[in-house]
């Protein structure tokens, strides 16, 4: 139980969600293919984040914050991306421009150059790492990794501001995990038989394994802390 | 690792949350599913399941209207079904904000559409349901239609078989221990668990603590309850906490979190 307060004390930012400075936040959540991606902006708009599920050039180019959530398989997400011409904005407001960048599930696993999910398919290729299926292990784990894990950070990153370890615990849902080759890329990892990158960060770009979106009071300080990250 | 799942079940009949026992017997109204559903969010639940017991066309325009109203609100997975049976059925529910769709009676009825949904939205999104009854002294079959029709199916055959569909996960419901709170099928969890390489959502018959525990040292990846949270003091916070407390490895409660 946390201990009294005078009420005139001020509020302090990790327990109070709704004190985040909105001044000219707007987030592009990336619309392409099937699936939910009402999640995620559902999530923006419980914040009080402004946020638009688009894939207008225009639209992407305007934003302050640039989301590309999972949805679907590897070459579908990708062929896609590519078919709206996604890759090429993508690549000019993030890299070029330096644009807070969050990628999530497969939008995680597309910034990598290669995927095996059904086929060989190219990615975006930001980060050296191929995209391969998880194996059943020894101990018997069941494939998709489907649940709550406890992720471990590697190192540290805004994005986690005001997390402790209990509350490190994030939904996953995925037959598929990145193997990368840039260590130093590398935010989070977790343990489902093997250990496996949970999250990645360089620069102005984060991107995790796991949906934020659907990682109750977690999630929601994350992309909290997404929406506030200036880098 | 990866943590055990506390999942609260709810039946919609018609827009409003029901429970039954042995799914015919004992009709009993549940309350308003939003706001039960918005007090299991801040319980901290770890998702739900939501089915529509008797569909319809009316009743599936409520769901939708639920699953829509719940998802602005509840960031947690939602997992939804009933009456499923076209790819536009799935197509709608994932556009209201459900993530994962449970399919039942259409997989008999059309044995290809659980690979073709699969693989159109992907295998984690489906979860095949398996309700199942014993109809003599250690023969088991599964019912279709709400557990009206009986088949020919032995439920660990039928799920093995839908795992080789692609569906994502199972979750098993004995139609006798369903809302009879006297504890799980353990010999079936532990028979079914051993030979499957998905994950197994077991439901019908929990009652208490003790019963949750057994079901999840059976092999079970998580527990789907509704008697348990409808009708008794225990709520997935107090629940979760002793669950906790006892070693089993869920998350951790809300409370201790922050």
Redesign the interface.
């Known amino acids: 139980m946390g201990s009294y307060k005078s009420p005139l004390a001020p509020p302090s930012i990790n327990k109070n969600w709704w004190v985040v400075d909105l001044i000219m936040k707007s987030v592009s959540i990336i619309d392409y293919g099937k699936g939910n991606v009402r999640s995620v902006y559902n999530a923006l708009d419980y914040i009080g984040v402004d946020s638009v599920v688009t894939k207008d050039h225009a639209e992407i180019n305007n934003c302050s914050h640039i989301i590309l959530p999972g949805v679907g398989a590897y070459g579908d997400a990708m062929s896609s991306i590519r078919a709206y011409g996604l890759d090429e904005v993508l690549n000019e407001q993030v890299i070029k421009r330096g644009k807070p960048f969050l990628g999530v599930c497969v939008g995680m696993q597309v910034l990598s150059s290669v995927g095996f999910e059904h086929g060989e398919h190219k990615g975006l290729g930001w980060v050296d790492a191929k995209v391969t299926k998880l194996e059943k292990g020894p101990e018997c784990l069941k494939i998709p990794h489907m649940g709550w894990n406890q992720i471990n950070l590697c190192s540290k990153h805004p994005i986690f501001r005001g997390f402790s370890d209990e509350m490190l615990v994030f939904y996953f849902v995925h037959s598929f995990f990145m193997q990368i080759n840039e260590s130093e890329k590398i935010l989070a990892s977790c343990n489902y038989g093997i250990n496996f990158t949970a999250g990645i960060a360089w620069d102005n770009i984060i991107a995790t394994q796991f949906h934020p979106e659907k990682s109750q009071d977690a999630g929601i300080e994350l992309l909290k802390n997404f929406v506030n990250w200036a880098p | 690792?990866?943590?055990?799942?506390i999942i609260p079940k709810f039946l919609l009949n018609n827009g409003s949350l029901v429970k039954y026992k042995s799914f015919f017997n004992d009709k009993r109204m549940a309350g308003n599913p939003v706001s039960t559903a918005k007090i299991y969010?801040d319980y901290?639940a770890?998702e739900f399941i939501i089915l529509d017991i008797v569909p319809s066309d009316e009743s599936k325009s409520k769901v939708l209207e639920i699953i829509k109203t719940i998802?602005?609100?509840v960031?947690?997975?939602l997992t939804v079904g009933g009456g499923i049976k076209s790819l536009e059925d799935i197509?709608l529910l994932?556009?209201?904000?459900?993530?994962k769709i449970v399919i039942n009676s259409q997989a008999v009825i059309n044995p290809n559409f659980v690979n073709e949904a699969a693989k159109?939205?992907?295998?984690?999104?489906i979860t095949i349901s398996i309700d199942y009854a014993q109809i003599k002294d250690g023969v088991h079959r599964v019912f279709i239609n709400g557990g009206r029709d009986r088949t020919k199916h032995n439920p660990i055959d039928w799920a093995l078989k839908m795992q080789d569909s692609f569906c994502?996960?199972v979750l098993l419901t004995s139609i006798e221990r369903d809302g009879n709170m006297n504890g799980y099928d353990l010999k079936m969890i532990k028979e079914l668990d051993s030979k499957?390489?998905?994950?197994?959502v077991i439901s019908g018959g929990c009652g208490g603590i003790q019963h949750c525990v057994d079901a999840l040292n059976a092999g079970a990846?998580?527990l789907a309850i509704s008697s348990l949270f409808l009708f008794t003091d225990h709520s997935p916070i107090k629940l979760r906490s002793h669950l906790y407390s006892n070693g089993v490895n869920v998350?951790?409660s809300?409370?201790?979190?922050?």
């Open positions: 690792m990866l943590k055990k799942r969010n901290g770890d998802s602005e609100e960031f947690m997975p197509n994932l556009r209201a904000g459900a993530d159109t939205f992907g295998d984690q999104c994502g996960e499957l390489d998905i994950p197994l990846s998580a998350r951790a809300k409370n201790s979190r922050n």
